[in-house]
């Protein structure tokens, strides 16, 4: 019997290691007890460096032997190895240069080593550990990137059909029903539970490698055959549940004792002519949905298995106590401001009524005075026909501009203004295409000033929003606008019930093309320049059902620009939401970045970003001392952390569909105890100082470039959480409760 998930064994006979003592959890052939470094390598020698699962960096004299290619895993070659002088045996799994190009390829293996990372952090040091696989190091940046286990012991399950008596069978069942339970706790799925993929040694079971683990909420992806995979995993349906896993508990359960393999299309015919199955029968472990089993605890209760988990095994999460400084700081701002905004209390608490935002001047007071009230009200959201042009904000100048067709121009390839004259212009067509082309001039525009124009939808839509991308020089700006835009292009921004459509089509082309593009294809992206007038790098209208579209306009100035107080930066007192980039190799007290930021040339700052602190200092503050605007803190180049635990519970997930406030609020609260934990106070002053601040684990490329280019490709992850949150407290996104009136931004 065999099945394409197995993972091919490099090892002849299959029984020829066999695992350490159950009462010594660590081993000589562990990662942290490889011994030291071996002398010149031998001529049948290589040297390998590589990362252990504490992301310490170690070098050892290799021989390699064959390349074998396992079963069930494309592009995926391993080979039997030896490290050091003591020729301590390891598993090498490795991706080839051939399928570099290809990113699901890539993406496989960084989940499965995040996984195989998080299992030995978590359980290598105990001793019912060894029912898992156990990871020896990685190197994710090699030119064929590559993961190391120790050698499982033991064979097959398959290998031992009919073969077993009730006492061992009863043992198996319990340590795999033991080993689900342990995944399930760091929130894992393996999904690749079969006779032919554990492994049984006389003593205990052991797991292959993680290669198809998913977490616990991420939607199903189709893995698997029957019987061993549940009809909801073979199909891909609903998200990946711990007691999927279970099912394949039980399957195997039925197959040892049976020593034949069900249809596992639900419980089988005959289970009733089996009592020793009868407690697995009795629990629903064999119901075809994953709701009606036993959670892994519950069933090793039921199994009579003590349950490793049961007395707290483990130490205490040192960021609890963070999470409860973060707790504190949402009650002092809701203080300062004078109310409670919606959802921003802890997590699990019920939403609240109360609009904490201090009370903002409006920019339709700002611009023309009176009375707020006495302006129309806005338009039922239902397609209407686009509104008539009226008075804007210049983001720029930050001065009203009244539409003026005498001031229409088009800007050729060259950047010339030509006027534009559409009085003779009598099809409807014709002219909505020109004016959706259309520039509007600023007239405001004073001797020594640069001149600047409008996209002319921004002047004859809904209410626009600006927002501004915060950070010093070299932080990843505009890696994360573009991968951010680049997302917003792919319909990232759809299954939020958004649609989006270019502000100046033409302008909107030149930065996908320089910008987006350049990123998707792997290129490092160039620094940007300083400018002697803001101007925005890109504007999309953007629009929820049928309502009118608002337009959204990002700013992204070079780091020394936002740092001096200059004339540059005067557009920011109008700006309405914020997007502060901070970068971990310069705020993070974590010698695991050392190498990194020696490679880099960046040095760490306790005194925060200069950057912030500039910008922060000028923006307008309001009752109890608080930015008004919104704002979002992006954690990027995340992926350089991935594998702390509190990184890789966010930055391995993708986003949630509909909107859920519950969701970036558990982010903030874990974002902000993982910078409090490793970085000094100033990198947390957005946070502390903005009446409205999300926090976020982003990575805009996922990797570090070589050169001008990043070798496996950029991958940005999660980069749109901050935008959403964004629209969220701006109004913008259906279903979420803005934090000021449903009309367009206040002040």
Known sequence: MTDPNRPHDPDSPPDAHRPPDPQQPIGPDHPDHLGEPSPPPHPYYQELEFLNHQEAQVRFAVRYGEDRRPPGRPGVLVRRALLGTGAVPVHQYRLTSSPQGDPDAYGLLEREVAAAVALERRYGGSKFGAVLPRVVGFDLTAAEPFVLYRPPGGRPLSDWAGRLGAEDQE?????????????????????????????????RVRLCEPYAALRAGETREPFGAAPWSSPEQRAGHGAADPRDDLWSVAEIAYYLLSGRPDRG???????????????????????????????PAELLRLLHVPDPLATGAGAADPLDRRRAEYDAQIARKRALSGGTRPGAGPAGDAPEVQDPRPARTSV??????????????APAPEPVPAPPARSRMCPHCLLPVEYDERLLVTIDTKGNRIPLDLSNERRPGHR???LRKAYHLCP????????????????????PLSIALVGSSSVGKTHLLAAMLGEVELGGLEPYGLKCRPLNPEAHRTYLRERVQSLQQGRQLGRTGQQTFARFADGL?????????RPVVFFDLAGEDLAQDSEVGRFLMGVDAFIFVLDPLRALRMPSLDPVREQSGLRRRDLGDEAFATVLNRIPRQRGGL???PAALAVNKSDLVRFEPVVDRWLGRALPGPHDPAVPRAESRDAYAFLAQHASPAWLKPFDDCADCTLHFVAATGGQARGDRFPHGARPRRVLAPLLSLFALCGLLPGAEPTGPTEGIVR
Do not use: C, K
Request: charged share 25%; no cysteine; aromatic share 6%.
């Open 171 to 203: 043992r198996i069942t319990g340590q795999l029903a033991m080993a689900v339970r342990l995944l399930a706790d760091v929130d894992l799925v393996h999904r690749a539970i079969t006779p032919d993929t554990v492994r049984w040694d006389g003593v």
């Open 265 to 295: 299309e639900g419980p089988p015919a005959d289970l009733a002519d089996y009592r020793r199955l009868a407690a697995l029968e009795h629990s629903g472990l064999f119901a075809r949905n994953a709701e009606r089993r036993p959670h």
């Open 364 to 377: 339709f007071r700002r611009v023309f005075g009176g009375d707020e009230a006495a302006r129309p009200a």
């Open 432 to 434: 909505a295409d020109a």
């Open 444 to 463: 405001h525009t004073r001797d020594g000033d640069e001149g600047h124009e409008l996209p002319v939808p921004y002047l004859t839509n809904g209410e």
């Open 541 to 549: 209208l953007v629009s929820a059902g049928g309502a009118t579209p």
């Open 627 to 629: 930015v008004a605007a």
